[in-house]
Structure formats: structure tokens, C-alpha cells
């Protein structure tokens, strides 16, 4: 039950585009597509802004966008905000029936 | 609204034990896997466990089995997390969330003292 590998962090500036990786194995991410996205600020919950690889939930901004290949995820947001700055975490489900999230990755927006 | 409240959390001694309940409201969370998952101060996101619908299927995260035990209670829209032989590395805020998690509670802070 490693974690998933994430960068721990990645910056861009206000209008271009950051792809954040999420790296597995192929009994999580290479084996699945409940692969999932999350958005969280300091203190607050984790929210939700991609599942099943590249659907996104209502009400989440088309800026965000996920892809997989092989055992590795992604998460690209273009035209970055300054509000885009904060952790992101990736999820998926395992062979085990259980849940592994990435060990998250901090946006600075410049 | 759709929404999931954690209570329970607090400060216990390392040996010691905790229960945490989770109240759904605005939605039938019969319906729902469900999920505990936890955060410790200034780290990343570590699931913890989930339970099937009926209660019949539970799974946990290596570090937490045979120490704690998912439960819930449909009738009540509540989910559980009894918390047993707690260490200091369980000190965490703990969240309850839909195992699709697009449902998540506030969090309630554990902290065990050593």
C-alpha cells in the first residue's frame, strides 16, 4: 500500500498551463480508471475535481482537465489563477479493494 | 444540503481508545460506500478504511488493522470509526467522505499524546 508519487511541487504563471504527474503501479492507476482528483486550501477539506481519470464533477471549472497512460495519471490546468494556488492530490483504487492517495503537490502560481 | 459531520475527535493517551461518529444529511448515505480518511499536521492524505453499503464488506489500510473497525448505522445515516491501541502516529484530522469522495466532511482533529 505505497502512495502514489507526486511532485511535491510544480509553479507557473498566471495564464499558462502546469500538468501535475501521478505515478502507480499497475494494480492502482495502470489497472483501473477510478482514478481521482482533489483540490484542498489550508484548513479546509479536499474537493473533489476529477474522477473516473477525466470526467469532471459539476461546477468545476473546464480548466482542469485528467489523463492517464499506463500507470501514470495526470492533471493539467490551463490559464492559470492566482486561486489555483494550493495542494492537489491524486487517488485510486487498488487491486486490494482498497483507496491509495498521491502524496500531494503544492501549485505556486508566480 | 448535502452535507457530513464528524464528531468525536479530542486528545487521548497513547494505548488509549476513540470513537468518531459521521452524520450525513441532505442525502441517503445508505446508498453510499463510505470512507475514513485521515491527515496529520502538515502531511498529505492517507485513506484509512471503507465499508460496503450493508456493512458487509470493510477493508483498512495496513497500519490501522486489527486497531480500528469501520461501522455504520443506516437507520441513523451515521457512519463510525472506533479507534483502539491509538499511537502517535494516528494523530490526525480525520474526515469521513463518500467513497467516491465527492462528499466529504469537515474533519475532527485526534491527537494522541505520548
Known amino acids: 500500500q505505497s502512495a502514489l508519487t507526486q511532485p511535491a511541487s510544480v509553479s507557473g504563471s498566471p495564464g499558462q498551463s502546469i500538468t501535475i504527474s501521478c505515478t502507480g503501479t499497475?494494480?492502482?492507476?495502470?489497472?483501473?480508471?477510478?482514478v481521482s482528483w482533489y483540490q484542498q486550501h489550508p484548513g479546509k477539506a479536499p474537493k473533489l475535481i476529477i474522477y473516473?481519470?477525466?470526467n469532471r464533477p459539476s461546477g468545476v471549472s473546464n480548466r482542469f482537465s485528467g489523463s492517464k497512460s499506463g500507470n501514470t495519471a495526470s492533471l493539467t490546468i490551463s490559464g492559470l489563477q492566482a486561486e489555483d494556488e494550493t495542494d492537489y492530490y491524486c487517488?485510486?483504487?487498488?487491486?486490494?479493494?482498497?483507496?491509495?492517495f498521491g502524496g500531494g503537490t503544492k501549485l505556486t502560481v508566480l | 444540503e448535502v452535507q457530513l459531520v464528524e464528531s468525536g475527535g479530542g486528545l487521548v493517551q497513547r494505548g488509549g481508545s476513540l470513537r468518531l461518529s459521521c452524520a450525513g444529511s441532505g442525502f441517503t448515505l445508505s446508498t453510499y460506500w463510505m470512507s475514513w480518511v485521515r491527515q496529520a499536521p502538515g502531511k498529505g492524505l492517507e485513506w484509512v478504511a471503507n465499508?460496503?453499503?450493508?456493512?458487509?464488506?470493510?477493508h483498512y489500510v495496513d497500519s490501522v488493522k486489527g486497531r480500528f473497525t469501520i461501522s455504520r448505522d443506516n437507520a441513523k445515516n451515521s457512519l463510525y470509526l472506533q479507534m483502539n491501541s491509538l499511537r502517535a502516529e494516528d494523530t490526525a484530522v480525520y474526515y469521513c467522505?463518500?467513497?467516491?469522495?465527492?462528499?466529504w466532511g469537515q474533519g475532527t482533529m485526534v491527537t494522541v499524546s505520548s
Open positions: 467522505a463518500s467513497n467516491a469522495f465527492d462528499i
Open positions: 465499508i460496503k453499503q450493508d456493512g458487509s464488506e470493510k
Open positions: 473516473e481519470v477525466s
Open positions: 499497475s494494480s492502482d492507476i495502470g489497472g483501473y480508471k477510478y
Open positions: 487517488s485510486s483504487y487498488t487491486s486490494s479493494k482498497t483507496v491509495v
